[in-house]
Structure formats: structure tokens, C-alpha cells
């Protein structure tokens, strides 16, 4: 065995080689989006676990700057209802792949209703065609449109505020 190859098999090594690694899926993760997400507020005290919206929402945040692909619901890209259909499939709960089965299956939730983790439905040229999941404090994070990246918006934006319809949420 060469000098080369007992050092990269050492312990040592390997610890060095796992920190590195480390450290390159901590720069991986930390790409921009529109806006920065900041972790999401633990609003219980004495919290013991995350509902399965709060799991999906914070899944769903970690998606932010994968890159838009029509039809997309993985990590290599992903449109806007496959970002909530694999954010709540990575929280357990199975829900429909595009907009429109969302907007029929999920029990609907008034706008003043929503809370962290809803599919927050959105009429886009004069039909209910676009989604994004609230992540509390008044943000959400969607897969936009071609050409950009999974992102977290402001609600009350003029665009966006203009275009909620209502959320829904997985029974």
C-alpha cells in the first residue's frame, strides 16, 4: 500500500474529507433567491414537533434557488405545484401533482386563515394558475416561472396581494 493511499484511508482524512463535504452542501444551500428566507419563527412554546405544513414549509424554504422546470417536482427543477406536492410528500402527506387537483382536493382556507405550510392559491391571467406555500410573517416561497428560480416573495406585494384567492391545507 503507498504512503498516498494509507493517508487518504486515515482517520484523520476522512474527518477532513466529511468537513469539506460539509462545508461545499453549506455553500450549495445557501443560494440566493429573491429574497433571503429567514428560519421560521417557533411561534409554541415548550414545541415538541412540527405539524406536517410547518415540516413541508420548511422543506419547501430549502428549495429556494433551484432552478424553474415545467412539469418539474424534484431537486433538478421544479414548477410550482411540484414544489408543493414534494415539499408535503417529504412531510408525509401525499397531495395532488398539478394546481388544479390541489385547488379541488386540499380544504380551502380563507386568506385571513392561513397559516405556515398552506398552498396559497393564486388567479394568474384571469385563471387560478399558480401556487406557493406560506411561510409565515406574511412570505411565501413559489417556483416563479421559466427562467428563474424557486424564491420567496412578499405577500403583500401589489402583485401577489392582488391575485390571492385563498389558501389551502391537507386534511
Same mark, same amino acid.
Request: with cysteine; charged share 20%; hydrophobic share 35%.
Given at each position: 500500500? =503507498?504512503? /498516498? ?13 466529511? &468537513? ?30 412540527? /405539524? ?21 417536482? =424534484?431537486?433538478?427543477? &421544479? ?41 396559497? &392559491? &393564486? ?21 416563479? =416561472? ?26
Amino acid at each position: 500500500m =503507498s504512503a /498516498t493511499a494509507f493517508h487518504m484511508s486515515s482517520p484523520l482524512a476522512k474527518s477532513v474529507s466529511q &468537513f469539506a463535504l460539509l462545508i461545499a452542501l453549506c455553500g450549495l444551500f445557501s443560494a440566493c433567491g429573491h429574497e433571503p428566507v429567514r428560519q421560521l419563527p417557533d411561534t409554541r412554546e415548550h414545541r415538541t414537533q412540527r /405539524t406536517a405544513g410547518e415540516q413541508a414549509a420548511v422543506v419547501a424554504a430549502r428549495q429556494v434557488g433551484v432552478p424553474y422546470r415545467y412539469g418539474g417536482s =424534484s431537486i433538478a427543477g &421544479f414548477d410550482c405545484s411540484g414544489l408543493m406536492q414534494f415539499a408535503y410528500a417529504s412531510a408525509g402527506k401525499r397531495i395532488p401533482r398539478t394546481t388544479a387537483g390541489q385547488w379541488r382536493e386540499l380544504s380551502p382556507v380563507s386568506a385571513e386563515k392561513i397559516r405556515v405550510g398552506d398552498v396559497l &392559491f &393564486f388567479r394568474i391571467h384571469g385563471k387560478i394558475s399558480h401556487v406557493g406555500m406560506y411561510l409565515g410573517r406574511g412570505r411565501f416561497v413559489h417556483a416563479p =416561472s421559466s427562467g428563474r428560480k424557486v424564491s420567496v416573495e412578499k405577500l403583500n406585494s401589489d402583485y401577489y396581494r392582488k391575485r390571492l384567492i385563498r389558501g389551502g391545507r391537507p386534511l
